[in-house]
C-alpha cells in the first residue's frame, strides 16, 4: 500500500511536472509568436516606411528634373531673344554707320568742292589784288620820285608820321597815357577791306625796326602788367582781317593758339599770327625788310621785353586787369603768358630776327601765379589715367618745364586713345614711372589677334647655325618674308627692321630662343611687303640667344644699331599706338598722334630711343579708324612716315605737339655734339636691366662697336670712352655733386657714372645747349669760364654749403637700380671734411659759375697754376673739388673775370696755388668774352642799374636806308 501510494505521488509529481513544463513552454511559445510578430510588424513597418520614403524622393526628384528643364529651357529662350536683339542691334548700328559714313563721305566731298571753289575764287581774287597792288606801287613810285623830299622818308612809302620820327620830338620825361580796358573790350581796330590783307598795307605809324627802349615811347612802364600789355596791342594798330586767305589761316591758328580767358588778348594774337603767316615768307630780315611783317614781330618782342622789364626789375605782376570806372577783373596770367610765349616760338619759326630774344628764364613769371593751373592740371592727368611720370618728362623737356603740363593735358583731353591703359599708372608720380625698370624679359608671346580671341597659329622657328655666318661678317642676319627660315642678303636687299618693346611680348620667347608666333611673323611680312622690302629684321630672332651663344650675342648686340641705321625702314611697333586711330582728313590727327608717340611705351624705352637716333626712314603702325579692329590683317594699321606726324609750323599746331615733336626730333635727327643731350635722351626712359645704360651711351657716342667694350662690366671704363668720344660737354653737366673718378688728374672732374650728371635741357629759341667744354684725350677739360677768386668772408659758417645732388633727391630708385649702384659704386656724394678742407686754404681756391644768372651753384676748384696754350692765350689749370651752393647768389661781376679754364690735365701741378699775383680781376678780361654771356649791356642802363629809356631828343641821331636809328638801337 506504501508502495501504491508512492507511486502514485510520484506520479502526481511527474503529471505536475510535465503540466508546468507544458505551461512553461506554452508561454515561452506564446512569448516567441508575440516576439515574432512584433518583429515581423516593426520590419513590415520599416518597409512601409522605406518605400514611402523612397515614394517622396522620387516624387521630389522628378519635380526638381521638371523645374531644372523648365529653367533651362526659360534661359535659353531668354538667350535667343537676346542674341537676336544684339543682332539686330549690331545690324542697326552697323547700318546707321553704313549710313553716317555715307552721309559723311558725301559731306566731306561736298566740303572739298567747296574749298576748291573757294580756293580757286581766293587765289583769283589774290591775284586780282596783286596785280592792283602793283599798280598802285608803280604809281606810288611815280609820284615820289616827282615829289621833293624835305625831310628823310622812310623805305616803302612809311613817311614823316612814322612813330619813329615822333619819338625824336617827345620831350625828357614824357610817358604814354594809361589804358584802362574791360576783359571784353575789344583790341583789334575795325577795317572795311576784304580784298587784300587788312595789316599788310604800308601805312604811316609802322614799327619798321624792333628796339626794347621803344616800350616807354609805348606804354607807361609804371602801369599795371596788363593793361601795358593792352596798350601795346592798341597801339600797335592791327585790324579785324577779312581778307579770305587770312581767315581761312586764321581758322587754323584758332585750333592751334593756347586758350585764354582774356579772349580779345587772344584774338588780337590770333589775327597778328594769322596775317603775318600769309604775308611773304623770307629767309631773313637782312635779305628783305618788309615793314608790315617787322611791325607784328616789334609788337611781339615790345610784349617779351615788358615782361623782361619786371622781371629784370623784380616788379612781380599779377593778373589784374584795370578797367573804367576803377572797376578791376581778375585774369589767368599763367594763360596769358602761354599766349606770348607761343607767339614768340612763331616768331623764331619765321626767322624774325627783330625780336631780341635770347631765352625763358624758370622765374620769368612768378611760381604762385603758375601754380594753380599746374595742380589743376595735375589733377586731371590723374583722373584720365595718364601716367604722371611721363607727362613730367614731356614737360621738363622743354624750357618753361612744369609749366607746360596744362597744355599737355589740355591736348590729351580731345582723344582718349591717348590714355594709357595699363594698370599701375594711376600710382605713378612725377618722379617715378611703375613700369620704368620692370623685367620685360619672359613675357607671354603676343598673338596678332583680337582681344580675348585665341589664334591657334603654331610657332616658327628659325635657326641658329644661319646666325652665325652674317654675324661673323658684321652683317644684320634679315629673314625672308616669302621663304621662312631663309636668310635674304641685307647689303643688296632691301628691308625693314622691327623696333618694339618686350613688354608688349614681341620679344624673344622664354621658353624656345629664336621661335616667334607665326601671325606675327606674317603680320610684319606684309607691312614689309607694303614697302616694298623683302626681308625683316627683328631681334628676337636675328640675336642669338644667350645660352646658345653668348659671344656671338655680344657681336650681334655691338652691331645692332648698324642693323636700323641701314634698313630701309625702321617699323615702330606698340600695342598703345596701334589702338591710336588715325583718321584721314582730320587736320588735328597728326597732332594727336605725335603726342602718342611721345606718351608711348616705345618712346619710353631706352634702347628704342637708340633705333631711333640711328635710323633713316621711321614709319610708326596705327590703327585704322575705317574698318574695325583686326590685327591679323595688315589692312587694320596704317602705315605713317614719322617725318608727317612732325613737322608743322607752330602757328599752326597746339602746344602739346610742338613739344613732343621738339622731344621726338632731338632724339631721332640730333647729331650728339656733347654729353648732354645722351643725357636729355636717356634720362626720362628706363631698361629692363641697368648695366643697358651704359651700352646705350656708348653707341650713342660712336664708340659702342668695340666688342671688348661691350663684355666690359666697370662703369668707370664706359664713362671713360664714352667722355673721351664725344668730345664736348657742357659747363651745366659738371654741376653733379658726386664723387668723381680720380681724385686729381684725367676725368677727376667727372662722375663714376654719366648718368650721374645733371641735364641741360635746349628750348624753343636756343635750340642747342649753349657754353660746351672741350674734353681732350688726355682727360682734361677745357673752356671759358665766368669765375672768382674765393674770399675770406665765403669761409664763414653758411656762406657755402656742401650741393646735395638731384638725382639723389627727386628720383626714386628700385632695388635693382640700388643694387647695382652699390656694386659699381656709384652716387657716392663727398663727405663735408672736402668742403672743410678746401676752405681752410681759401687763398688757393676759386668759384666757377656755369652762367652769369641767379642759379646758386657753384664749382668750387683749387687753383693749380697758369700754362700757355697753343693759341697764345692763358690756361688756368683747376682741379675739381666739390659742388657748393652760394648764400648770396647775386653775382658781382666787379670781382669776376671770363678766363680759358682746364680741368684734369695730367701735367698740372699736384698742389695749389695763390694766382692773384698773376691773374687780376679788371675790365680788360671782359673784352674777351661774347658781349652775349653778360646780364644786358652797360649802355642800357642807368646809373642805378635800372634801364634808361629816355634818350636826349635827337641827339646822336643817325640815318640809314631804313631810317633813323636811335641811340643804342640794335642794327641788322
Not at 508575440?34 to 514611402?52: D, H, K, T, V, Y
Not at 596788363?226 to 600797335?236: E, P, V
Not at 661781376?893 to 679788371?922: S, V, W
Not at 631804313?962 to 641788322?972: A, S
Request: hydrophobic share 35%.
Amino acid at each position: 500500500m506504501r508502495v501504491a501510494e508512492e507511486r502514485r505521488l510520484a506520479e502526481e509529481r511527474r503529471l505536475a511536472e510535465e503540466r508546468r513544463r507544458a505551461e512553461e513552454w506554452r508561454l515561452a511559445e506564446q512569448r516567441r509568436l508575440a516576439e515574432e510578430w512584433r518583429l515581423a510588424e516593426e520590419r513590415r513597418r520599416a518597409e512601409e516606411w522605406r518605400l514611402a520614403e523612397e515614394r517622396r524622393l522620387t516624387e521630389e526628384r522628378r519635380l526638381a528634373e521638371e523645374r531644372r528643364l523648365i529653367a533651362e529651357r526659360k534661359a535659353a529662350e531668354e538667350k535667343r531673344v537676346a542674341e537676336e536683339k544684339r543682332i539686330a542691334e549690331e545690324k542697326r548700328i552697323a547700318e546707321e554707320k553704313r549710313l553716317a559714313e555715307e552721309k559723311k563721305q558725301a559731306e566731306q566731298k561736298r566740303q572739298q568742292e567747296e574749298a576748291r571753289r573757294a580756293e580757286e575764287k581766293m587765289q583769283a581774287e589774290i591775284r586780282e589784288a596783286q596785280e592792283n597792288e602793283r599798280r598802285r606801287q608803280q604809281q606810288q613810285q611815280q609820284q615820289q620820285q616827282q615829289e621833293d623830299q624835305t625831310d628823310l622818308p622812310f623805305r616803302f612809302g612809311v613817311g614823316n608820321g612814322d612813330d619813329i620820327t615822333e619819338m625824336l620830338d617827345k620831350p625828357d620825361g614824357w610817358c604814354p597815357d594809361r589804358m584802362v580796358f574791360s576783359s571784353q573790350d575789344p583790341l583789334l581796330d575795325s577795317t572795311r577791306t576784304s580784298n587784300v590783307c587788312a595789316n599788310h598795307r604800308v601805312r604811316p605809324g609802322l614799327w619798321p625796326r624792333f628796339d626794347h627802349q621803344w616800350l616807354a615811347f609805348k606804354v607807361d612802364v609804371q602801369d599795371n602788367f596788363l593793361n601795358a600789355l593792352g596798350a601795346i596791342c592798341k597801339r600797335s594798330e592791327l585790324q579785324h582781317c577779312q581778307n579770305t586767305k587770312c581767315v581761312h589761316v586764321a581758322q587754323r591758328v584758332s585750333l592751334a593758339a593756347p586758350q585764354c580767358t582774356w579772349t580779345a588778348f587772344r584774338e588780337w594774337a590770333v589775327v597778328a599770327i594769322s596775317c603775318q603767316y600769309t604775308m611773304s615768307p623770307t629767309k631773313s630780315e637782312i635779305d628783305n625788310h618788309d615793314p608790315p611783317q617787322v611791325h607784328i614781330a616789334s609788337a611781339i618782342g615790345l610784349m617779351n621785353t615788358l615782361l623782361e622789364k619786371h622781371y629784370e626789375d623784380e616788379d612781380p605782376i599779377d593778373g589784374v586787369l584795370l578797367g573804367p570806372g576803377h572797376r578791376s577783373t581778375r585774369l589767368d596770367i599763367s594763360e596769358i603768358t602761354d599766349v606770348i610765349y607761343w607767339m614768340l616760338t612763331v616768331q623764331t619759326q619765321m626767322d624774325r630776327n627783330t625780336v631780341d630774344y635770347a631765352n625763358w628764364p624758370q622765374d620769368y613769371i612768378p611760381p604762385r601765379l603758375l601754380q594753380p593751373s599746374i595742380q589743376r592740371a595735375e589733377s586731371r592727368a590723374v583722373e584720365l589715367g595718364l601716367c604722371l611720370f611721363r607727362v613730367h618728362t614731356l614737360a621738363f623737356a622743354s624750357s618753361r618745364k612744369a609749366a607746360e603740363i596744362p597744355a599737355i593735358v589740355a591736348g590729351v583731353n580731345r582723344r582718349p586713345e591717348l590714355v594709357h591703359q595699363d594698370r599701375g599708372h594711376e600710382r605713378c608720380t612725377a618722379n617715378r614711372c611703375n613700369y620704368m625698370y620692370r623685367d620685360n624679359t619672359g613675357r607671354t608671346p603676343f598673338h596678332n589677334s583680337p582681344r580675348r580671341q585665341s589664334c591657334g597659329c603654331a610657332l616658327l622657328s628659325f635657326s641658329h647655325s644661319k646666325l652665325c655666318a652674317p654675324i661673323a661678317n658684321g652683317l644684320p642676319a634679315v629673314w625672308s618674308t616669302r621663304q621662312i627660315d631663309t636668310l635674304v642678303a641685307a647689303d643688296s636687299e632691301p628691308y625693314i627692321a622691327i623696333s618694339h618693346t618686350w613688354a608688349d611680348g614681341t620679344g624673344a620667347h622664354p621658353e624656345h630662343p629664336g621661335s616667334v608666333n607665326s601671325c606675327m611673323f606674317q603680320f610684319f611680312g606684309e607691312i614689309a611687303a607694303q614697302l616694298n622690302c623683302v626681308g625683316v629684321w627683328w631681334d628676337a630672332i636675328s640675336i642669338p640667344a644667350k645660352r646658345n651663344d653668348a659671344v656671338l650675342r655680344a657681336k650681334a648686340i655691338s652691331k645692332m644699331h648698324h642693323n636700323y641705321q641701314n634698313a630701309s625702314y625702321t617699323v615702330v611697333h606698340d600695342r598703345y599706338l596701334r589702338k591710336f586711330q588715325w583718321r584721314d582728313g582730320d587736320d588735328a590727327c597728326a597732332d594727336d598722334a605725335c603726342l602718342a608717340v611721345a606718351f608711348s611705351p616705345w618712346f619710353s624705352r631706352g634702347w628704342t630711343s637708340l633705333e631711333l637716333h640711328i635710323s633713316h626712314n621711321v614709319v610708326v603702325l596705327f590703327g585704322a579708324a575705317d574698318s574695325r579692329f583686326d590685327p591679323s590683317d595688315s589692312r587694320s594699321v596704317v602705315v605713317k612716315p614719322l617725318q608727317d606726324i612732325l613737322s608743322k609750323h607752330p602757328a599752326l599746331s597746339p602746344r602739346a605737339h610742338r613739344i613732343a615733336a621738339l622731344l621726338i626730333e632731338k632724339v631721332w635727327r640730333k647729331r650728339i655734339e656733347n654729353i648732354s643731350e645722351i643725357l636729355a635722351i636717356l634720362h626720362p626712359r628706363g631698361t629692363s636691366w641697368p648695366s643697358d645704360v651704359k651700352l646705350i651711351q656708348a653707341h650713342l657716342a660712336g664708340c659702342g662697336d668695340d666688342e671688348d667694350l661691350a663684355m666690359e662690366e666697370d662703369e668707370t671704363v664706359f664713362t671713360r670712352r664714352v667722355l673721351g668720344a664725344v668730345g664736348a660737354i657742357s659747363r651745366y653737366a659738371l654741376l653733379h655733386g658726386f664723387e668723381t673718378l680720380a681724385p686729381s688728374g684725367p676725368f677727376s672732374w667727372a662722375p663714376r657714372s654719366i648718368s650721374d650728371m645733371p641735364i641741360a635741357s635746349s628750348d624753343d629759341f636756343e635750340g642747342e645747349v649753349e657754353g660746351n667744354l672741350d674734353i681732350h684725350t688726355n682727360g682734361s677739360v677745357s673752356g671759358t669760364w665766368l669765375w672768382r677768386y674765393l674770399k675770406d668772408s665765403d669761409t664763414d659758417t653758411g656762406a657755402l654749403l656742401l650741393h646735395k645732388p638731384q638725382l639723389l633727391r627727386d628720383r626714386m630708385l628700385t632695388d635693382k637700380q640700388m643694387s647695382y649702384r652699390l656694386e659699381q659704386r656709384l652716387s657716392t656724394i663727398p663727405s663735408y671734411s672736402v668742403l672743410e678742407t678746401a676752405l681752410q686754404n681759401w687763398c688757393h681756391c676759386a668759384l666757377l659759375y656755369p652762367d652769369s644768372g641767379r642759379s646758386e651753384l657753384r664749382i668750387l676748384v683749387e687753383t693749380l697754376g697758369v700754362d700757355d696754350g697753343d693759341d697764345g692765350e692763358k690756361i688756368i689749370d683747376c682741379r675739381y673739388i666739390a659742388i657748393v651752393e652760394e648764400l648770396d647768389a647775386e653775382i658781382d661781376f666787379d670781382e669776376c673775370g671770363y678766363h680759358k679754364i682746364r680741368l684734369g690735365h695730367p701735367e698740372a701741378a699736384e698742389g695749389g696755388t695763390d694766382l692773384r699775383g698773376l691773374i687780376q680781376m679788371n675790365s680788360d678780361d671782359e673784352s674777351e668774352v661774347n658781349a652775349d654771356e653778360k646780364l644786358g649791356s652797360e649802355d642800357e642802363k642807368s646809373d642805378d642799374g635800372s634801364w634808361d629809356f629816355q634818350k636826349e631828343p635827337g641827339y646822336g641821331v643817325e640815318f640809314d636806308e631804313f631810317g633813323p636809328i636811335l641811340p643804342g638801337m640794335d642794327r641788322y
